[in-house]
T-cell receptor, first 115, second 112 residues
Framework: DARVTQTPRHKVTEMGQEVTMRCQPILGHNTVFWYRQTMMQGLELLAYFRNRAPLDDSGMPKDRFSAEMPDATLATLKIQPSEPRDSAVYFC?????????????FGEGSRLTVL | QKEVEQDPGPLSVPEGAIVSLNCTYSNSAFQYFMWYRQYSRKGPELLMYTYSSGNKEDGRFTAQVDKSSKYISLFIRDSQPSDSATYLCAMSLNTGFQKLVFGTGTRLLVSP
């Protein structure tokens, strides 16, 4: 059963702490996306990778957020230091890229609360 | 102004009703249009996918794109309580690019 796996599912932390979220994309998918979802803004694209190379991180606050893909089976999103306004659900999604229907497969999300 | 606008709802209908969900967008370069369905505390899942203008039907669901008006719709016939979810429209410049821009989602509640 191929699926995108995200950890942790829930995280409560205090302002100023470092938060790391991890994502295992579907095996064989070469594009990986990080989205943030809030009630007010909906789904916002933070960053995405193709073949592990970062293509666009313009949606990410550069001073505190960083995204990496150390290998084809792991993508990470780090927030340091975290702030209450970072509270949201963070989704990882993967896809097949060129030549496919363009469908993105989403994980179940990491729900972050920063106190 | 957001690039994609969608009424957040909630939209409450009785079982069996026809539901119409809509999005407007500002970027005329969008070519691919999708509807994702998101159940509570789950990730979005692709429901319908259309290219350019026209209609596409899949069972009880019909997706409609009017590029001249920059307006897309999703119709659900014979709505069921299991259709209760948030429906997000999404669009992209081209399929291989996969950089999707999402609407904020419309929450649909279908009561038995």
């Amino acid at each position: 059963d191929a699926r995108v796996t995200q950890t942790p599912r829930h995280k409560v932390t205090e302002m100023g702490q470092e938060v790391t979220m991890r994502c295992q994309p579907i095996l064989g998918h070469n594009t990986v996306f990080w989205y943030r979802q809030t009630m007010m803004q909906g789904l916002e694209l933070l960053a995405y990778f193709r073949n592990r190379a970062p293509l666009d991180d313009s949606g990410m606050p550069k001073d505190r957020f960083s995204a990496e893909m150390p290998d084809a089976t792991l993508a990470t999103l780090k927030i340091q230091p975290s702030e209450p306004r970072d509270s949201a659900v963070y989704f990882c999604a993967s896809g097949l890229g060129m030549g496919s229907t363009g469908e993105l497969f989403f994980g179940e999300g990491s729900r972050l609360t920063v106190l | 102004q957001k690039e994609v606008e969608q009424d957040p709802g909630p939209l409450s209908v009785p079982e069996g009703a026809i539901v119409s969900l809509n999005c407007t967008y500002s970027n005329s370069a969008f070519q691919y249009f999708m509807w994702y369905r998101q159940y509570s505390r789950k990730g979005p899942e692709l429901l319908m996918y259309t290219y350019s203008s026209g209609n596409k039907e899949d069972g009880r669901f019909t997706a409609q794109v009017d590029k001249s008006s920059k307006y897309i719709s999703l119709f659900i016939r014979d709505s069921q309580p299991s259709d209760s979810a948030t429906y997000l429209c999404a669009m992209s410049l081209n399929t291989g690019f996969q950089k999707l821009v999402f609407g904020t989602g419309t929450r649909l509640l279908v009561s038995p």
